[in-house]
């Protein structure tokens, strides 16, 4: 029992030894939105100044509203379409299996500015006027690779012998997938969802040559600063606090509806 | 009585309803559209002056940002249509010579005569047939007078970089132009020159330069570490020179006495843009002198409007008594770019990166 | 079974369409001579001498190489402990772990790069470990989530049937979960070791300019020279020996699956 207790306090002291090393240029991010000064290394007094720069500067916001819109268009899509592929491609022959993703691994390998010139050049041959859709088109292309990479794992692990008995039971295939495949790799296709929504939301290059007159993300924003405008902190520690904010909400609904039933059945 | 009262209220009221209705023109009947996009680097305006325009004509902005002149040319191969684009001078030789500007309306662009010496008669565009100038700088040298001694800087100009004794204590930019402008400045050649032995005479300079005195290539970073005293010198452009010079009273500035680079951004219109009218109301605007003056204070480099300029430098102005807002003009050595023939580029650059990494 | 291949199809045309023939047209280019007009096609191998006959280039390309390497290995190192950790947690902690190592991938890269630069400014450090420290930072959320999804919810029965039959931690731990999350590595290593090859704005801020990889090369001649076919030459030399290199890996995890 002891060594169980010291077991788990040593993996517990590595995965927050972990997470202070993930954490820590956010939390020095976060500090120097507070900064009265232009400055990223000397603190010179406490600010808000940045913030109301920040609420003041119209294309900032945008910035906002099209990274989260473009995040989560293609998160959707990239998520559903590269499931789908990853189950479909699971089943094909090993060589046309292997050919395709090759492929697929094409858009993570590629340097960012090959992705993005490739891209720019397939819009121009189809006399296509680069614009929002063009743009969420992007960033599905190079979000599927992740899911599908992401998914891939796990449906090896999965026993074939499952779905077959299934069909063999005499379940739809509609059923053997609903019912069998997809719960057994859920976690993998949430985790490939986050890593597409990363991956978008802190897109430049390809953003850069492939979004519409008038389109910017916030990466794009970042990237374009002549000089450095302390703003993008306090934009950075505004999309802490939300996302926190979110996450604390997820974790306290499933508790807070725990208790409830919880008095129900006291009360009974 | 009260009948001739109503009766007068009543025209009043009309009279000043259509006053108002004459005075607020309808930007779609006067221009074809109220939409206007800009296309110009990031933080390198005063984003009041975007909201004044938008409520003075009724039109609304939509401003996009780019953070090179080659990122800002790959971007149109797109055939984006863009109204407004604010590059920098060998970009816009470059662009006329591929047809890819449309005069300006010298009838709406009004405001050409405020221009101040040093941005007129420009080489790619002399008499602003496609281009109005918008901010203007130099290269030079930003040092720390605790350091190195004034008198001693301004007699080695970029020559010190090849000072073994500012060995570590050096930022040069990470800019393959500008790199080479002080090698050739340094031998006496131009900064335009097309002669390969002149030009690996430059990248031999500055291959002694990176064993000198060891720089750190750095780009826009070199500001906030100059600003906190970190190196001796560096490389930097005087709009961000005068940025540096204002938070750090330790730092000076010197234009070399060998000639630099005087660069120019200015405003053009695209051939495809899709509202060239407006374009002209919102290029004659930005030259005035209350718009031009509130850029220029908020981004620190040099205004091109001549009062402005005056004014910001002069005692009261923002920039009273700092040493590297006003560029120097006039100057005989010193010289704009131009477009570099598309078969030097890559030598440019190979050679650059060699210089880099030290071999 | 067979009905399940026909659910690829729609990503297949997808990748015909934004993945091949976009790649397709980049390759032109990197047999093509000068201009990034599509109209002229001379055939031409000369990049591909100049890119081999030149040893700055071949230099360039063996540091990003070995960059990308180091940081995949202490991808694992690092992560591997952690995601086996994250999956001995009660599941919604798991996933409450899995969110809070995502939220800083939100948070802009080139921000959290100058981040590091300001704070490792306080330590005497050699740039080679700062530009390490920033490149197993920025990557190493990916790794973690790779391998702890290819353990979580993984056969519990049987590990404990393992343990039943008298196996200690570390003897079930070899010869029941390791071989189980070796997809899970490998899909790790695609997302660590691809990327960080052709990545620069990390060494470029973190190691000084004088640190130039493939990434940043690739990027020079496509935007500063405009020399669209010499980037594209070097992207596809680097693109072959990164195939060649992951080919290998695949081959390893073959043989680790047969044992």
Redesign the interface.
């Known amino acids: 029992m002891d060594k169980k207790r010291k077991s788990r306090f040593l993996?517990?002291g590595?995965?927050i030894l972990?997470?202070v090393?993930?954490?820590?240029?956010?939390l020095?991010?976060v500090f120097?939105s507070f900064n009265e000064?232009?400055?990223?290394?000397?603190f010179t007094g406490f600010s808000l100044r940045w913030y109301q720069n920040m609420f003041?500067?119209?294309?900032m916001l945008e910035c906002i509203y099209y990274t989260v819109l473009v995040a989560v268009i293609a998160t959707v899509v990239s998520t559903v379409?590269?499931t789908?592929?990853?189950?479909?491609?699971?089943?094909?022959r090993p060589l046309v299996r292997t050919a395709?993703l090759?492929?697929?691994?094409?858009?993570?390998?590629?340097?960012?500015?090959?992705?993005a010139?490739?891209?720019?050049?397939?819009?121009?041959?189809a006399k296509v006027?680069?614009s929002l859709v063009t743009l969420i088109?992007?960033h599905i292309?190079f979000c599927?690779p992740?899911v599908i990479?992401?998914v891939?794992?796990?449906l090896?692990?999965l026993d074939?012998n499952v779905?077959?008995a299934a069909?063999d039971l005499g379940a739809t295939?509609w059923q053997a997938?609903t019912k069998v495949i997809l719960p057994?790799i859920y976690?993998?296709i949430?985790?490939g969802a986050?890593?597409a929504?990363?991956m978008s939301?802190?897109d430049?290059v390809i953003s850069?040559?492939t979004a519409?007159?008038?389109?910017?993300n916030?990466?794009?924003?970042?990237?374009?600063?002549?000089?450095?405008?302390p703003s993008?902190?306090a934009l950075?520690t505004l999309?802490?606090v939300v996302?926190?904010l979110i996450?604390i909400m997820?974790?306290l609904i499933?508790h807070i509806r725990d208790k409830k039933l919880n008095k129900g059945d006291i009360v009974r | 009585m009260k009948k001739v009262l109503t009766a007068v209220l009543v025209i009043c009221l009309i009279a000043m309803g259509a006053a108002g209705l004459a005075e607020k023109k309808d930007p779609v009947a006067e221009y074809g559209s109220d939409v206007l996009?800009v296309?110009n680097?990031?933080?390198?305006i005063d984003?009041q002056v975007i909201?004044n325009f938008e409520k003075e004509y009724g039109v609304r902005v939509?401003?996009?940002?780019?953070?090179s002149n080659e990122?800002m040319y790959?971007?149109l191969?797109?055939?984006?249509?863009?109204d407004v684009l604010v590059p920098s001078d060998y970009m816009i030789e470059r662009l006329i010579r591929e047809d890819k500007l449309q005069p300006l309306d010298k009838d709406v662009v009004t405001n050409l005569d405020v221009l101040t010496a040093g941005v007129q008669n420009m080489g790619y565009d002399p008499d602003n047939t496609y281009s109005a100038p918008y901010l203007w700088q130099t290269v030079g040298i930003v040092y720390d007078t605790t350091k190195i001694d004034p008198e001693a800087m301004e007699e080695q100009g970029f020559s010190a970089f090849l000072n073994p004794e500012y060995k570590g204590h050096v930022y040069m930019y990470d800019s393959e132009r500008d790199g080479f402008m002080i090698a050739l400045k340094a031998l006496g050649y131009s900064a335009n020159t097309t002669d390969e032995d002149e030009l690996n005479a430059a990248f031999d300079w500055l291959r002694e330069m990176d064993k000198a005195v060891s720089p750190s290539y750095v780009t826009?970073?070199v500001?906030?570490?100059m600003?906190?005293g970190e190196k001796w010198m560096a490389l930097v452009y005087s709009g961000?020179a005068a940025?540096i010079l204002s938070?750090n009273e330790d730092m000076g500035y010197c234009t070399p006495k060998e000639g630099t680079n005087i660069a120019v951004d200015a405003m053009v219109i695209p051939a495809n843009a899709s509202n060239p009218k407006l374009a002209n109301v919102f290029i004659n605007y930005i030259l005035e002198y209350d718009n031009s003056l509130m850029i220029s204070e908020e981004?620190g480099y040099a205004s091109t409007n001549d009062q402005v300029l005056n004014d910001l430098s002069a005692e009261g102005g923002t920039y009273e008594g700092n040493a590297a807002y006003l560029p120097r003009a006039g100057y005989e050595l010193d010289e704009y770019y131009n477009d570099i023939p598309e078969s030097l580029r890559s030598l440019y650059s190979s050679m650059w990166i060699k210089v880099k990494l030290h071999e | 079974?067979?009905?399940?291949?026909?659910?690829?199809?729609?990503?297949?045309l997808?990748?015909a369409?934004?993945?091949?023939?976009?790649?397709v047209?980049?390759l032109l280019y990197a047999f093509t001579r000068s201009g990034n007009s599509?109209l002229t096609f001379q055939f031409t191998l000369e990049h591909f001498a100049n890119f081999f006959t030149d040893p700055t280039f071949m230099r360039v390309l063996w540091t990003s190489l070995r960059i990308a390497f180091l940081t995949t290995v202490f991808c694992i190192l690092?992560g591997y402990?952690?995601a086996?950790?994250?999956a001995?947690l009660p599941e919604?902690r798991q996933?409450?772990?899995?969110?809070?190592?995502?939220?800083?991938?939100?948070?802009?890269?080139?921000?959290?790069?100058?981040?590091?630069?300001?704070?490792l400014?306080n330590f005497d450090l050699e740039s080679e470990i700062k530009v390490f420290i920033g490149m197993v930072?920025d990557f190493?959320?990916?790794m973690?989530?790779?391998i702890?999804?290819?353990i979580?919810?993984?056969d519990r029965e049987l590990l404990t049937a393992a343990q039943d039959l008298g196996a200690n931690r570390w003897k079930s731990f070899t010869k029941v979960t390791l071989p189980?999350s070796v997809?899970?590595i490998?899909?790790g290593i695609?997302?660590v070791f691809?990327?960080a090859?052709?990545s620069?704005v990390i060494p470029k801020l973190l190691g000084g300019g004088d640190y130039v990889l493939?990434?940043n090369l690739?990027?020079i001649y496509?935007?500063t020279a405009g020399d669209?076919n010499f980037?594209?030459a070097i992207?596809l030399i680097?693109?072959v020996i990164?195939?060649v290199s992951?080919w290998a890996t695949k081959k390893l995890d073959r043989s680790a699956q047969e044992d």
């Open positions: 993996s517990n590595y995965l972990v997470l090393f993930i954490y820590l240029p956010i020095y991010v120097f000064g232009k400055s990223l290394t000397h003041e500067d119209r294309t379409v590269g789908i592929a990853a189950i479909g491609l699971s089943k094909a395709a090759e492929i697929n691994n094409l858009p993570v390998m590629n340097p960012d500015i090959v992705t010139i490739g891209l720019m050049l397939l819009f121009i041959s006027q680069l088109l992007a292309t599927i992740y990479l992401t891939m794992p796990k090896r692990q074939d779905a077959e069909l295939p997938l057994q976690p993998a949430l985790s986050l890593i929504f990363s939301f802190d430049f850069f040559f519409g007159v008038g389109i910017n916030i990466s794009m924003y970042v990237y374009s600063m002549k000089r450095y405008n993008v902190n950075s999309i802490v996302v926190t996450l997820v974790n499933p | 996009n296309y680097w990031g933080e390198y984003k909201t939509n401003y996009s940002l780019f953070s990122e790959t971007k191969l797109s055939g984006a249509s863009y826009d970073e500001i906030d570490a600003a906190n961000d940025y938070e981004v | 079974m067979k009905s399940f291949f026909r659910m690829s199809y729609p990503y297949l997808w990748m369409i934004f993945i091949v023939a976009p790649m047209m980049i599509m690092i402990p952690a086996l950790f994250i001995n919604r996933t409450m772990m899995v969110l809070l190592l995502t939220l800083p991938m939100w948070i802009n890269m080139l921000l959290k790069t100058y981040a590091w630069r300001g704070i400014m930072y190493l959320p990916y973690i989530i790779q702890h999804t290819s979580a919810k993984m189980l997809p899970g490998i899909s695609t997302l691809l990327p090859v052709s620069f493939i990434g690739i990027e496509f935007l669209w980037g594209s992207s680097m693109a990164i195939i992951m």
